[in-house]
């Protein structure tokens, strides 16, 4: 069993306060040449399949199957992340049965964006020292000077998948490495990367019984969707910390904001700002027209059984997290 001292990260993360400190660990793992061959392989590989269904558009147009695919594995893979890795798993926004759990720690394993006991622990870190130094992926914590708004987006959006293993999975997320379901897919993260191309191909092989067929379901399917993902969901990190609006309050230097025209591609995690000010709500769109369709679909698994507990936002809780706002001169 771990012990109430190494939990006390993640319950720190889990109510939302900052760590106290500078974030500075002794773990770090310096970035090996392969690690950073393979991480430019998952970052900037999809964009030849974006210049591929370029002109696969221009020459013969999309067919009603690439369609499908793109949208199906985008919304299979982000609601893994949103609903799975990010609002169950990180931070216990919900209590799900052993079948969901796995079935979402699957799905978001299909986004290409790490194995899912090292993409929680590097956010209930970003959560514990946010937008201060010990933050994997903040925008504000470049060098100052020339470009750094510029400089703090790229290191935020990508630049910091280069920087090598800052987080040590041991501390951040113990209670994840005592589940052997999660340890499994943690370690299958790989073979989950091969099968989210392969499905896709081999779906539309199934329909089309054509080469040029199946290539679609890789291109659209898989690349495609896979650099959509990626950059929608990385979007989160960098520009919903730099720009929009902050209505609820946040702890001292958390710059978390709402950056509304991502709300549909980002699966609501865009009302960033109200997560970062109470992280174990399940539903982050709070407000009127703000729509949230990882809290829908928690919402449906709640109805037929297969999620519980779900920490809904309570309307007086919400009032006493918004910002007073001045009405002075
Ligand atoms: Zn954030
Ligand atoms: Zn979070």
């Known amino acids: 069993m771990f012990s109430p ?9 889990l109510d939302g ?7 500075a660990e002794s773990f770090a793992q310096a970035p090996t040449a392969l690690g950073q061959f393979v991480t430019g392989l998952i970052i900037f590989g999809p964009i030849l399949g974006v210049i591929a269904g370029g002109v696969v558009l221009f020459d013969h147009g999309l067919t009603i199957l690439d369609v499908i695919l793109v949208v199906v594995f985008y919304a299979l893979a982000g609601h893994g992340m949103t609903a799975g890795f990010h609002r169950l798993l990180t931070h216990r926004s919900f209590k799900a049965t052993r079948s969901l759990k796995i079935a979402l720690a699957v ?12 993409w929680v622990a590097n956010h209930r870190r970003h959560h514990a020292f946010t937008d201060r130094p010990g933050d994997p992926h903040s925008p504000h914590t470049v060098a100052p ?12 959006h990508v630049g910091w998948l280069f920087q090598g293993q800052m987080t040590d999975e041991h501390r951040w997320a113990p209670d994840l490495l005592e589940d052997r379901d999660l340890v499994v897919i943690s370690r299958l993260f790989p073979f989950f990367c091969a099968l989210s191309l392969a499905l896709p191909t081999g779906i539309a092989w199934l329909f089309t019984h054509t080469l040029a067929g199946a290539l679609g379901g890789l291109v659209w399917g898989g690349l495609v969707r896979m650099f959509l993902l990626h950059h929608f969901t990385f979007a989160v990190n960098s520009a919903c910390h730099l720009w929009g609006r902050q209505p609820f309050q946040t ?31 399940a539903r982050l769109g709070v407000e009127r027209r703000q729509i949230d369709s990882t809290a829908r679909l928690i919402r449906i698994l709640e109805i037929v059984g297969l999620a519980s507990d779900v920490r809904w936002a309570d309307a007086a809780r919400l009032d006493k997290r918004r910002r007073v706002v001045s009405t002075s001169a």
């Not at 000077?145 to 790229?154: C, E, I």
């Open 17 to 23: 306060s900052n760590l106290d400190g500078d974030g």
């Open 107 to 118: 799905c978001g394993s299909l986004g290409f964006e790490g194995s899912v006991n090292g």
């Open 5 to 13: 001292a190494l939990l006390s990260p993640v319950v720190a993360t």
């Open 145 to 156: 000077g020339p470009w750094s708004t510029l400089r703090g987006f790229f290191h935020a």
């Open 251 to 281: 702890a001292n230097g958390d710059q978390a904001r709402n950056f509304a025209p991502l709300f549909l591609v980002s699966m609501g995690e865009n009302w960033h700002n109200l997560h970062h000010s109470i992280p174990t709500v």
